[in-house]
C-alpha cells in the first residue's frame, strides 16, 4: 500500500526540481506518492516538520543543519537527500538606498532589509556586500524576518529598503516597485550551495526505501530545470504556486517573455546535477556555516556547527 510523502516548499525558483518531478511524472515512474505542500515561510515549514505534518522539505542548506542542532529553531534532526542547486540570490534596494551616489542607507539612515526568515543566508550576504562598498556602512542593517508570501508587498508598501532574496521575488519587485537589483549572490559567494531537499531523519529510517528513489526523481527534475529550453516551464510551474497568487497577469506574462529573451535572462539559480553522495566542498562547507552562524547573530558559540555540516554534507568528491 501506498504511503505518502508530504514534502514542503516555498514556491521559490529553488523548488522548481520538485514541481517538475511532479509534473514530469517522476516520482509516479519511482513508485513514490508525494504531495508537495507550499508554504508560507521558513517559520511554516520548520513548525510542520516539527510537527510531523510534513515528512521533508526543499531547504536552505543551512537549514538542515540548524534544524538538526535545534539552533533558533526547535529540534528536528534531518537527514539530506540531495543537493538540489546553487542559489543566486539577489540583494535588491529601492531606488532612493540604491543612487550610486549615496551610500547605501534607509530613511533612518540604518537599511532595513527583508530576508527570508531565519535560515535565509541574506545576513552573511549583505553584510559582505556592505564591506565592498566605497563607504563602507559601519551599522549593521535592521533584518526583518518575512515569509515568502510577505517580502514582495512590505517592499512594495515601502517598509523596508530592499531585501535579500531568491527568484520570482527579484524579478517581481522590479516589475511591481522599481526594485533595483544591486549585486547577486554569485558575485560575493560564487557557487554557493543552495537548495536542498531533506527529510526529518526519523522518517528516513522508517521509511529506508524512500531516499534513493526521491533522489533519482529529483535528478530528473534537476535535469529538466537546467535545459534552457525548459525556461518557460520552469517559470510558469514556480509562477503558479500559492506565494505569488497576487502577482498580476501582466507581470507573469512579462516573466514569462523574459524565460524566451536568450541565455542573458536565463533562470537565475544554477541546477546541479550531481550523480555520486550529496556533498559540498571546503568552500560550500565554510559559506554554509558563516550563514548559519549570521542566523544566530549573538547566539551560542558553542555549538559544533562545522562537526554537524561534516556529519550531513559528505565531503565533494
Request: net charge neutral; hydrophobic share 45%.
Amino acid at each position: 500500500m501506498k504511503s505518502t510523502i508530504r514534502i514542503g516548499h516555498l514556491g521559490l525558483l529553488d523548488s522548481a526540481p520538485l514541481l517538475a518531478a511532479r509534473a514530469g511524472g517522476y516520482f509516479a515512474s519511482e513508485g513514490l506518492d508525494v504531495e508537495l505542500s507550499c508554504e508560507l515561510g521558513v517559520a511554516a515549514l520548520s513548525g510542520r516538520l516539527s510537527d510531523r505534518k510534513l515528512d521533508g522539505a526543499c531547504l536552505p542548506a543551512q537549514m538542515p543543519v540548524l534544524l538538526s542542532l535545534g539552533a533558533g529553531v526547535a529540534r528536528v534532526p534531518m537527514t539530506p537527500v540531495l543537493l538540489t542547486s546553487t542559489q543566486d540570490l539577489a540583494i535588491v534596494l529601492n531606488t532612493k538606498a540604491a543612487a550610486p551616489e549615496k551610500n547605501p542607507r534607509g530613511s533612518s539612515g540604518v537599511l532595513k532589509i527583508g530576508v527570508l526568515g531565519h535560515s535565509s543566508p541574506a545576513c552573511h550576504l549583505v553584510r559582505r556586500w556592505l564591506q565592498t562598498q566605497p563607504a563602507p556602512n559601519k551599522e549593521d542593517p535592521v533584518y526583518v524576518s518575512l515569509a515568502a508570501s510577505q517580502l514582495l508587498h512590505f517592499f512594495e508598501e515601502g517598509l523596508i529598503d530592499g531585501f535579500c532574496g531568491l527568484d520570482p521575488l527579484p524579478a517581481l519587485a522590479g516589475l511591481s516597485a522599481d526594485g533595483v537589483i544591486v549585486r547577486s549572490s554569485a558575485a560575493i559567494a560564487p557557487s554557493h550551495p543552495g537548495g536542498v531537499v531533506a527529510l526529518r531523519t526519523e522518517f528516513a529510517k522508517d521509511r529506508p526505501d524512500v531516499p534513493e528513489p526521491l533522489a533519482r526523481a529529483l535528478r530528473r527534475g534537476i535535469e529538466f530545470c537546467a535545459d534552457p529550453a525548459n525556461n518557460e516551464t520552469v517559470w510558469s510551474l514556480v509562477l503558479a504556486q500559492n506565494a505569488f497568487s497576487l502577482a498580476s497577469e501582466e507581470h507573469r506574462a512579462s516573466l514569462l517573455a523574459q524565460s524566451l529573451a536568450g541565455p542573458s535572462a536565463r533562470t537565475s539559480i544554477r541546477f546541479e546535477n550531481p550523480r555520486g553522495p550529496i556533498g559540498v566542498d571546503a568552500q560550500g562547507a565554510r559559506f554554509i556555516e558563516h550563514a548559519c552562524r549570521a542566523s544566530l547573530g549573538a547566539g551560542d558559540r558553542t555549538l559544533d556547527i562545522a562537526g554537524e555540516i561534516d556529519r550531513l554534507y559528505l565531503k565533494a568528491a
